[in-house]
C-alpha cells in the first residue's frame, strides 16, 4: 500500500492574526519543530524572534490508530521501546493542516529546523531513498528506540542480521525528520551526533574504532556528519507542491532535544542552566571539554568551536522535600527562613544527602560532617537545611568543573523548574557559583530553540553569532546576585566538599 505523506492544502489567507499579534503579508517566518516522545510540536517566529504561532500534535489521542502509549510501544521484554515511524509522518502531515488551518501562510517561512529525542535511530530498507525523493515513504521503515545508539546498531546487527542486511541508511530521529522536508536523507549533525556514542567530539567526524566495533559499513549507512548550523539544502519540491512552501526555504541541519533546549534557553559561553525539578539538571556550554565517566558532552549546537555538557542528579527537589518536612514543619516558608537566618558557608558544616542511589557521583546515604571534617550523626534543623542547598550546588558546581565548566565573569546562572520560585534557594545558587541567577521557561525550549536555529543557520556562514541573533530576544530575569563574600566563602568550600566527597566514594 503507498501512503500519501501531505494533504492538499487550500491557498492560505494573505496575513494573519497568531498569537494576539498581527502578522505582516510579507513577513518572513522561521519553523522550530520538535518530535519529542509524546507529541509533535512546532513554533513559528519572526524576525524579531516574536512567537507568533504555536501548534503541537499529541499521539496517543490524535492519532489512536497507532496505539501508542505514551507515544512508544513497549515491547513483550519490557526493555525494547519503540515508535511507529509512520505515525511521526502522519503526526507532521496532520501539524502542518492544522498550521494551514489556522491561517500562518508557509510561502512565509525562510527557513526550518527542528530536534528530535535523543538516542533513537531510524533504519531506511535499500530503496527508501528513491522512495522519499517520491515524498512516498515505504511504510514498512523499521525503528528502535534505546539509549546510546552505537549499542542499539550493533544490537540490531547482531539479532536481525537480514534486516541489517536490507539497511540502506540510519538516521537518528532529528535527522530522520529533517529528511521529511528535505525530501532525500538528511546528514546527522555534531550535536545529536555526539550521543551515539561514535562520534569524536575533538575531531568531528566518526570514530574509525568505535564504527568497526558496532557493524560493518557505517560510515555508508551513516553518511558524513555536519556541522549543527549547516543549511542542508532547500524543502523538497513535493512540499512547495502540496503544502506552499516558497522554493527558497532552507532546512537546518535538525539536533537532539537536549542541544536544541540550550539554544532555546539563550545558554551563551559560561553560562550554565540548573533545572530544579523532581531530579535536577544541568547544563553546561563548555570551551575545553574533559570528558569523564560521568555526565554528556556533546558539540555545541549554535557554535562550532564550543561544546555542551549535561549531568542528572536524582536527588533533588524529592530530597528537599524530605529535610523540608523534616527540619521546617513540611513549609516551604520555615525552610527559605532557615536558609536566611544562617550564614554563608553555614559555620562550616557540609551534608551530603543521597536518600536513593545518586548518579552524579554514584554514592548513597546521608553524610554530615563539622568544620573539622568530623563525620556528625545529626545537625540542628536550620543547620542541616543550609546543609541540604549548599551541598547540593556545591555538587553542581563540582562535578560541572570536572567537565570543563568554569565560571567566568559574564557567567549566568539560568534556574528553572518548580524549586526556581523560592527566592532563598536561588539565593544560595547565586552565592555557590558567584554569578548572578536569572529565571527561564524551559517550557517550549526545544521547539523555541530550533527556531532561533532556523534563523541562525541562514546567516552563519556571514559571520552572525548565535549570540548576535539573540539580542532581539527578551531578557531573562534577574532574580539574584552573589554576596560579596561568597567567592572566598565557596571556592574554600568547594575543596572541602571534593575531598570529603572522596571519602564517601571510598566507603561506598
Ligand atoms: P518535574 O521534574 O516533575 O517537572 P517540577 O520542575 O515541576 O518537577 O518541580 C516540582 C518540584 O518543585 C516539587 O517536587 C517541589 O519539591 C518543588 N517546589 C515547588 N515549590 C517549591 C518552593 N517554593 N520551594 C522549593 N521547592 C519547590
Given at each position: ?46 524576525g ?6 504555536e501548534?503541537?500534535?499529541h ?13 512508544v ?62 515524498l ?80 560493518p ?50 545558554l ?46 536524582k ?5 528537599r ?44 546515604g ?11 550523626s ?85 559571520g ?34 571534593a ?10
Open positions: 500500500m503507498r501512503w500519501c505523506l501531505f494533504k492538499c492544502v487550500t491557498p492560505p489567507p494573505p496575513s494573519v492574526c497568531v498569537s494576539g499579534s498581527f502578522m505582516a503579508a510579507d513577513s518572513p517566518l522561521y519553523l522550530g519543530l520538535d518530535f519529542s516522545t509524546q507529541q509533535l510540536k512546532v513554533v513559528a517566529i519572526d524579531d524572534l516574536r512567537v507568533l504561532h501548534n503541537s500534535v499521539f496517543d489521542s490524535e492519532l489512536p490508530d497507532f496505539r501508542t502509549q505514551g507515544g510501544h513497549i515491547h513483550a521484554d519490557r526493555l525494547t521501546v519503540t515508535s511507529p515511524v509512520l505515525m511521526w509522518v502522519k503526526a507532521l502531515d496532520l501539524l502542518l493542516d492544522k498550521m494551514k488551518g489556522a491561517g500562518l501562510d508557509l510561502s512565509h517561512v525562510r527557513a526550518v529546523s527542528g530536534s528530535g529525542q535523543q538516542h533513537g535511530s531510524v533504519f531506511w530498507r535499500r530503496g527508501a531513498s528513491e522512495t522519499l525523493k517520491q512516498d515513504p515505504d511504510q514498512n521503515l523499521h525503528q528502535l528506540l534505546q539509549r546510546f545508539t552505537g549499542n542499539q546498531i550493533a544490537k540490531v546487527h547482531q539479532n536481525r542480521a537480514e534486516e541489517f542486511q536490507d539497511t540502506e541508511r540510519i538516521s537518528l530521529v532529528s535527522s530522520f525528520a529533517a529528511s521529511l522536508f528535505l525530501g532525500c536523507y538528511a546528514a546527522i549533525d555534531h550535536s545529536d551526533g555526539s550521543g551515539m556514542n561514535l562520534l569524536d567530539i575533538r575531531t568531528r567526524n566518526w570514530s574509525q574504532i568505535c564504527l568497526e566495533a558496532t557493524a559499513h557505517m560510515d555508508r549507512l551513516l553518511g558524513a556528519p555536519l556541522p549543527s548550523t549547516s543549511v542542508l539544502g532547500p524543502v523538497s519540491s513535493y512540499l512547495v507542491q502540496r503544502c506552499g512552501f516558497s522554493e527558497s526555504c532552507s532546512v537546518v541541519a535538525f539536533t537532539g532535544d537536549n542541544p536544541a533546549s540550550l539554544a532555546g534557553m539563550k551563551q559561553q559560561g553560562d550554565v542552566a540548573v533545572s530544579l525539578g523532581t531530579s535536577d539538571t544541568v547544563f553546561l556550554w563548555i570551551q575545553q571539554p574533559r570528558p569523564a565517566l560521568e555526565g554528556h558532552i556533546f558539540c555545541n549546537p549554535v557554535d562550532q568551536q564550543a561544546y555542551m555538557a549535561l549531568l542528572c542528579f536527588n533533588g527537589s524529592l530530597t522535600e524530605r529535610i523540608r518536612n523534616e527540619c521546617s514543619g513540611g513549609s516551604w516558608e520555615i525552610f527559605s527562613a532557615a536558609l536566611r537566618d544562617t550564614p554563608l558557608g553555614n559555620d562550616g558544616h557540609i551534608g551530603f544527602y543521597f536518600d536513593t542511589m545518586e548518579i552524579t557521583p554514584p554514592a548513597v546521608v553524610h554530615r560532617f563539622d568544620s573539622a571534617d568530623t563525620e556528625v545529626s545537625l540542628c534543623p536550620q543547620v542541616e537545611v543550609r546543609a541540604l542547598v549548599e551541598g547540593q550546588f556545591l555538587s553542581r558546581r563540582l562535578h560541572a568543573e570536572r567537565l570543563g565548566y568554569s565560571i567566568i565573569s559574564g557567567t549566568r546562572v539560568m534556574a528553572t523548574g518548580g524549586a526556581s520560585s523560592n527566592q532563598e534557594i536561588l539565593q544560595v545558587l547565586s552565592d555557590v557559583f558567584n554569578a548572578p541567577v536569572f529565571t527561564i521557561d524551559l517550557s517550549n525550549s526545544a521547539c523555541l530553540g530550533s527556531a532561533y536555529r532556523a534563523l541562525h543557520g541562514l546567516v552563519v556562514e556571514s552572525v553569532s548565535f549570540s548576535d541573533v539573540l539580542k532581539k530576544a527578551p531578557e531573562p530575569q534577574l532574580v539574584a546576585t552573589p554576596h560579596p563574600a561568597a567567592k572566598e566563602v565557596y571556592d574554600r568550600m568547594l575543596k572541602r566538599y575531598r570529603l566527597e572522596e571519602r564517601i566514594l571510598q566507603k561506598t
